[in-house]
């Protein structure tokens, strides 16, 4: 039986206005997840384990099948297993996001998702200025970045940047045991940046600038029991994203990199599906994982995060549901998503999600059924982080 888990990162929304006070799932032409849901079992879960933050970390550690609440160390050391970065037991991860900040508020995120050509120089830069042994900036993908810091703080309290977009940030500073040594290199790397050539290139060009870093997410090392010991599976994961690699690799997963896999609307979905399809032809188990629909949320686009969940429909589901079928063996699917990234607030939230799963071969398919938030009158019929491991097993 061969078990494939499809995830739309961020699919969830509220009503939009834009959109005619439908969701985005709602709104989008998804066929191939509404005839799933019609023809197989239909769920609204609960992704995030209470107490939690509503992060792609803790959500997807629970639809890999580990709880959270015993696993959960902090979002930057899954980010570093995923990038190959090791961490000593006294070695700190911290996510370092390249940001623009303006009059003190949180403009962009993501500086224009700058390309890994204009951000690999900048961290190179910032290592070279404020990296000294035992603190050491590492490259990551776009402007996602990480700090490793030999015995560095790991309790502050930090704020996903994508969180308080245009928010005054002095009162989403760190806070708590050492955030001072947070707050200081985030300052420290201001005038480094104001000066930088790719930021002048960038300015030319009519691009966003990056202003400073921003640290968040912080943690000691995480370990993981794999796949192999929870649920004698072989397996891989299909992602563009360090935090998603990351649990793959601690899982003992297998995490291969995707070329032209961006994280964004211009994805690589067919290198994605047929990197998944190649891998369940001699293991047991794909997990595939598409971001764009939760950077359309955070960037408040509602008719572009409609379109990436239409591309994820028809470009990933369709085509990896399809071949299932074609190869006539025994199958398992799962679709859905990790949480909900509302346009109106650009960030993430808990409210519960669509989840549908189906068992085939079963034929052709013409039925259709909604697959949205309002499912089952908004009554939570299960929670993944407590759900998937006893699915995985096949003890449901």
């Known amino acids: 039986m061969k078990t494939v888990v499809l995830i739309g ?30 023809a197989g079992n239909l769920y609204l879960a609960d992704t995030i384990p209470p107490g939690l933050p509503p992060g792609s970390d803790v959500a997807n550690l ?9 696993f959960y160390t902090g979002r930057a050391p899954i980010e570093a297993a995923g990038a190959g970065i090791p961490l000593l037991p006294s070695d700190v991860a ?10 003190n508020r949180m403009v962009d995120y993501s500086a224009g998702h700058i390309s890994n050509e204009d951000a690999t120089p900048i961290i190179e830069t910032l290592q070279a200025e404020l990296g000294r042994e035992g603190l050491t900036f590492h490259p990551g993908v776009q402007y996602r970045h990480l700090v490793v810091w030999n015995e560095g703080p790991d309790q502050p ?20 045991p050492r955030a001072q040594d947070l707050i200081d290199l985030m300052e420290a790397s201001k005038p480094i940046l104001a000066k930088h050539p ?11 600038p990056v202003t400073q870093i921003w640290l968040w997410g912080q943690g000691p090392a995480l370990r993981l029991p794999t796949y192999q010991e929870l649920y004698d599976f072989t397996g891989t994961i299909i992602t563009a994203v360090d935090l998603v690699k990351g649990i793959g ?32 032809s001699r293991q047991d188990f794909a997990y595939v994982h598409i971001e764009a629909p939760d950077e359309c949320g955070h960037v408040g686009d509602a008719k572009l995060k409609t379109s990436a969940i239409e591309a994820f429909d028809e470009q990933v ?11 006539g063996e025994p199958y398992r699917l799962l679709v859905t998503m990790d949480h909900r990234t509302p346009i109106k607030i650009r960030g993430h939230s808990a409210e519960p999600v669509p989840l549908a799963t189906l068992e085939g071969p079963i034929g052709p398919v013409s039925e259709e059924t909604a697959f949205d938030e309002f499912i089952h009158n908004g009554e939570v ?5 407590e759900w998937i491991p006893r699915w995985l097993r096949q003890e449901l």
């Open 381 to 385: 019929d299960l929670r993944t982080y």
């Open 249 to 280: 690799v601690l899982a003992g997963l297998d995490t291969p990199s995707i070329p032209g896999a961006t994280g964004w609307v211009d994805t690589n979905y067919a290198g994605k599906v047929e990197a998944a399809l190649e891998a369940l």
């Open 62 to 70: 629970g639809l890999l099948g580990y709880d959270a609440r015993e």
């Open 198 to 208: 790719v930021n002048k290139a960038r300015i030319e060009r009519g691009e966003t």
């Open 317 to 327: 589901v369709g085509p990896v549901w399809r071949e299932m079928e074609a190869r």
């Open 94 to 103: 911290i996510r370092c996001n390249l940001v623009n900040i303006d009059d």
């Open 157 to 176: 309290v930090t704020m996903p940047p994508h969180d308080i977009l245009t928010q005054d940030i002095t009162p989403h500073l760190p806070k708590g």
């Open 9 to 38: 990162d961020g699919m969830g929304d509220w009503p939009c206005p834009e959109l005619d006070n439908q969701t985005p799932l709602q709104a989008a032409h998804i066929p191939n997840m509404r005839k799933i849901a019609a």
